[in-house]
């Protein structure tokens, strides 16, 4: 169990501007429990990278509902009419 003491310190360094969160800071971060952490990663494609942290960027766009598959197939060509 995390004492209460560290998981203060522990949200203060989630919250500043780390670019890759160890999972228990991204659990803190993103204010999930473990369950609901793995299953929004799963629905939205977020994935730990080599060294087994979680890139922000990628937390961030979770939490605001963008999922990467939407982004890759969303191609970026304007249409013209003909």
Do not use: H, W
């Not at 780390?18 to 228990?24: A, D, H, Q």
């Not at 952490?37 to 922000?56: D, H, I, L, M, W």
């Not at 060509?77 to 003909?82: D, P």
Request: aromatic letters at 10%; one cysteine or more; charged letters at 30%.
């Amino acid at each position: 169990m995390i004492k209460r003491d560290d998981l203060l310190i522990m949200r203060a360094i989630a919250l500043c501007f780390k670019p890759f969160l160890k999972p228990e800071e991204a659990l803190i971060y993103c204010n999930l429990g473990r369950t609901q952490f793995a299953k929004n990663c799963e629905e939205y494609g977020v994935y730990k990278t080599n060294s087994g942290y979680y890139r922000k960027e990628d937390i961030d766009k979770m939490l605001s509902g963008e999922t990467a598959a939407v982004q890759a197939a969303t191609p970026q060509v304007k249409l013209r009419a003909a």
